[in-house]
């Protein structure tokens, strides 16, 4: 029976809610529309966790059921009691279709053809071999340098793609080392956790990111380079953290090693096209303040040239990680339903957060988040969270000395990133498991203690940076 619940609860529960009276819920002020945004909110919840579908599919269920159950244009009957107080008011269909199309999705599309350019014309191989020659053949300092670099791709790139690409580059390496060598378990776990920690420094590095700058509009806005600015120190430090308890744990027996990548840079019209693009546009999205263009309209610059030149053609369209841009945009239009239907406020607003210290608030909110990404989706826990953080960071005066909304968001964003402790936790943990050299309690070991280190020094970075006024 146990194995049917994964389809079970998410039709149950979300039924029960919608079938419970507005008096049930102890929330002041609750409509119709917003019981019906907390069933959404609970069947996608489930469904992210249970995985009864893919989770891509889940987030395009979400943009349906909100057309369908809250939109101005969804079923005739569920418009009724539009303008009474106990109803509230439907929200634009446009405004949800939009999210299809929102310019965090733009965003990412100009990361992938980025990637995809890059993986198609071996930039991302040489840049890996001409980087990694400074690092010598000490095993210690080979893992530095692999983690280094997987952290810059993973910047710019997916995760995913850039783990399976750095894991590709050290199986010939792997095969120096005798079996029982602990330098393996090192070398193999060194790529994902620089992978998940790299994603951290670029709004595009991981979709959590991108979720977050949603939320950071207005007087709360972040550039890209502004991102990147406390972004990447933070990358730099947990890296040499995590380095160095790889080789606290897993110290290299073979003192020596040579690592040896083939090939060369191409010198192709198309291939001096990829490499202008690239730097043009990561120096673009560097000097936003400077040209008046923000990071969105930049990232669409590439996916221009590449298209026009033939770089990316038809076939390459297809295999663009369009999953993981549905999956964003069910996140948005989630968010747009909690804030516009006022459900996000009057949750926060029922609870007496102020009564809390804003420590307390803070470390518990990265602490749920953190939890939540070892067992589901960073994308996921990122969608269900935001809108709810955003709507507590608005609303406790007594955050507002820390940064208020900006501090609670980047918190829960960095923490999103930092679930790394198991094979499920993310695709390149999965990947790096996959080889065979990384059992389950040696990633956790390694994970959970980067992980909780990782949330507390966000908390040790954000407030330096509110002591020099940079947020």
Known sequence: MSRYLKYVLPIIIPLIILLMPLSAFPIEGMT??????????????????????PIY??????????????????IFFFQQGNGEASFGHLLSHKEIMATFASPIIMLFLGGFFLAMAATKYRLDVNLARVLLKPFGED?????????????????FMSNTATTAMMLSILTPVLAVFATSDPARVALALSIPIAANIGGIGTPIGTPPNAIALKYLTGENAITFGEWMAFGVPFVVVLLAFAWGLLCLFYPAEQKSMKLEIKGKFLKTPKAI???????????????????????????????????????INKEDLKKISWDVLWLVSGGIALGLALDKTGLASNMVHSIPFDDFSPYV????????CLLMANFMSHTATANLLMPIMAALGASMTSLAPMGGEITLILVVTFAASL?????????????AHATGNVSSNQMAKTGVIIGIVGVLMSFVMIWMLRMVSFL
């Not at 019906?36 to 909110?41: E, K, P």
């Not at 095993?139 to 910047?155: D, E, H, N, R, W």
């Open 57 to 74: 599919a889940t987030s395009v269920l979400i943009i349906v059921l909100e057309l369908l159950l809250i939109s101005d244009k969804g």
């Open 273 to 311: 096209t990829v490499y202008l693009t690239f730097g043009v546009t990561i120096l673009l999205w560097l000097m936003g303040s400077k040209h008046g263009m923000n990071s969105y309209t930049v990232a669409l610059i590439p996916v221009a040239v590449f298209s026009l030149t033939g770089i």
């Open 419 to 431: 679930g790394m402790s198991l094979p499920i936790s993310t695709p390149p943990n999965a990947l």
């Open 361 to 368: 608030v803070l470390l518990g909110a990265a602490t749920l």
């Open 139 to 155: 095993p210690k300092f080979v893992t530095l340098g692999l983690m280094l670099i997987t952290a810059i791709f993973s910047m």
């Open 32 to 53: 119709v529309l917003q019981q019906r945004v907390i069933a959404i909110f609970l069947l996608a919840a489930l469904c992210w966790v249970l995985e009864p579908i």
